[in-house]
Nanobody, 114 residues
């Protein structure tokens, strides 16, 4: 059974950092593009960052220069390093995988608050 399990969320002050992880299982991770989306209360889910099977990355304008996505195919894990966090980064963060099938994790909550 395919699983994407996110971890690393939590409460952080503005300007702080968090590193999210998404551990994948039961599919050939290296053949899938991976990415992160987020959804804040009363807002639509929005794209945050993506990484191709070749390692090409792209980011939403709102996080460019602050967030970095990476993947470790040996560990079947994708990461999102988030620096200089802002109040508006508060959201549930979801990991996604796109390839022969499309999969989503259950999400991890990130709260930026003083």
């Amino acid at each position: 059974q395919v699983q994407l399990v996110e971890s690393g969320g939590g409460l952080v002050q503005p300007g702080g950092s968090l590193r999210l992880s998404c551990a994948a299982s039961a599919f050939i991770f290296s053949t899938y593009a991976m990415g992160w989306y987020r959804q804040a209360p009363r807002k639509e889910r929005e794209f945050v960052a993506g990484i191709s099977t070749f390692g090409t990355t792209n980011y939403a304008d709102s996080v460019k220069g602050r967030f970095t996505i990476s993947r470790d195919n040996a560990k079947s894990t994708v990461y999102l390093q988030m620096n200089s966090l802002k109040f508006e980064d508060t959201a549930m963060y979801y990991c996604g995988a796109w390839g022969a099938g499309d999969y989503w994790g259950q999400g991890t909550q990130v709260t930026v608050s003083s």
